[in-house]
């Protein structure tokens, strides 16, 4: 079963902020995060593992509940360059994405 | 440090063709996977390979559609007798040994089925 992702979409203003939630049925050893731009190929952001290890990019945080199997990716301050489809990948070493949320940030 | 790459980009095949997809993993990776995407949806796993193994290849189809990752060169997609439901984004993704780690996607194949 894959991920549930929400929202499915979102548009923002430069500057504000956004929260994307992802929620699995089945246990995770870890939760990885991938940005998408049309036409281009996933760009890694985040995984997140059990035991609260984190590893990724510095402007971006989240967090994994493992008792829940939820993750909650946060963009604050958000920028035009933001814009993009978001998925998260549940992962048993291979990824298992969700649907993902189509943000888009305007000016 | 280059990135996963592969090649062809962009792939034209006519029905009943063999279609192959070519991808180097990123220096010090030994984890290779397939993924596909079809147009507007997520991306959906194939096959996970390590040198000279396959380790899971559960969202393979059972026909048609197999892979490969040599002990020298690059890992093949290869795709026989080409459906027009083979049109897709084809992506490989690579990692580095050891446990749960970061995949790095490569830029991607679309093929056409016309």
């Known amino acids: 079963q894959q991920p549930v992702q929400s929202p499915q979409a979102v548009i923002l203003r430069e500057g504000e902020d956004a929260v994307i939630n992802c929620s699995s049925s089945?246990?995770?050893?870890?939760v990885h995060w991938y940005r998408q731009k049309h036409g281009e190929a996933p760009v890694f952001l985040m995984i997140?593992?059990?035991?609260?290890e984190q590893k990724g990019h510095e402007k971006i945080s989240a967090s994994f509940n493992e008792k829940k199997q939820q993750s909650s990716l946060y963009l604050t301050a958000s920028q035009l360059s933001y814009s993009g489809t978001y998925f998260c990948?549940?992962?048993?070493?291979?990824?298992?994405f969700g649907k993902g949320t189509l943000l888009t940030v305007n000016p | 440090n280059a990135g996963v790459m592969q090649n062809p980009r962009h792939l034209v095949r006519r029905r009943g063709q063999e279609a192959r997809l070519r991808c180097s993993p990123m220096?010090?990776?030994?984890?290779v996977y397939w993924y596909r995407q079809l147009p507007e949806e997520g991306l959906k796993f194939m096959v996970y390979?390590?040198?000279?193994?396959?380790?899971?290849e559960s969202g393979m189809p059972k026909e048609r559609f197999s892979a490969e990752f040599p002990k020298e060169g690059p890992s093949i997609l290869r795709i026989q007798q080409v459906v027009r439901g083979d049109s897709a984004a084809y992506f490989c993704?690579?990692?580095?040994?050891?446990?749960?780690?970061?995949?790095?996607f490569g830029p991607g194949t679309r093929l056409t089925v016309t």
């Open positions: 997140l593992l059990k035991g609260g």
């Open positions: 990948g549940g992962s048993n070493y291979k990824l298992t």
């Open positions: 993704a690579s990692s580095p040994p050891g446990g749960e780690t970061e995949q790095y």
């Open positions: 390979l390590q040198k000279e193994n396959i380790i899971d």
């Open positions: 220096k010090g990776h030994s984890h």
């Open positions: 089945k246990a995770l050893y870890s």
